[in-house]
């Protein structure tokens, strides 16, 4: 079956960066796109970019486009998303999602704390 | 950037009540809305896809309408399991955009 293992909870200092792995498996990876989004606490689900792990093309939002960097390995079947010049509002749960028709089938999450 | 505006915020409801939630777009995206389910600690779960269509596997009472940019989900019959948040989300721009939320609770 589909399934999306993401890396453990991370605690970063500001300033530093992060980078949060998605391990995918039960399908053809290089099939479909992986969309990142997150959820800080009592906020809403905000999408921050997303891959065609075919061909590796990206797309960011506006919001992260300076700070954020999408990435895969084909033959290990990870995507990778990562974020630089963290601050405390970056506190989150970011989850890497499958695409399929837009539709987003997700990973378990991944707690980001940024605080000093 | 598509705003998409969920109402109510949270409800309490009977088992067994028919319970609504509405999700309004900020322009005309046809019916390219998505429903999920987020229970607390957990990975959101699609629903409802192409607003009206049911995802494999999810109960029937689970429902969809709306085109353009008004678009009602429903729960035909309230039950203890459905205690969650619900969400709807539009593709039909990029950056995907997300509702508020509304969360259901058991009277």
């Known amino acids: 079956q589909v399934q999306l293992v993401q890396s453990g909870a991370e605690v970063k200092k500001p300033g530093a960066s992060v980078k949060v792995s998605c391990k995918a498996s039960?399908?053809?990876?290089?099939?479909?796109?992986i969309h990142w989004v997150r959820q800080a606490p009592g906020q809403r689900l905000e999408w921050m970019g997303w891959?065609?792990?075919?061909?590796?093309?990206?797309r960011y939002s506006q919001k992260f486009q300076d700070r954020v960097t999408i990435t895969r390995d084909t033959s290990a079947t990870i995507a990778y998303m990562e974020l630089s010049s963290l601050r405390s509002e970056d506190t989150a749960v970011y989850y890497c999602?499958?695409?399929?028709?837009?539709?987003?089938?997700w990973g378990q999450g991944t707690l980001v704390t940024v605080s000093s | 950037d598509i705003q998409m505006t969920q109402s109510p915020s949270s409800l309490s409801a009977s088992v067994g009540d028919r319970v609504t939630v509405t999700c309004q777009a900020s322009q005309d995206i046809t019916n390219y809305l998505n429903w999920y389910q987020q229970k607390p600690g957990k990975a959101p779960k699609l629903l409802i896809y192409d607003a009206s269509k049911l995802e494999t596997g999810v109960p029937s009472r689970f429902s969809g309408s709306g085109s353009g940019t008004d678009f009602t989900f429903t729960i035909s019959s309230l039950q203890p399991e459905d205690i969650a948040t619900y969400y709807c989300?539009?593709?039909?721009?990029?950056?995907?955009?997300f509702g508020g939320g509304t969360k259901v609770e058991i009277k």
């Open positions: 039960g399908y053809t990876f290089t099939r479909y796109a």
């Open positions: 989300q539009q593709y039909d721009n990029l950056p995907l955009t």
């Open positions: 999602a499958r695409d399929s028709n837009w539709s987003l089938y």
């Open positions: 891959i065609n792990a075919g061909n590796g093309n990206t």
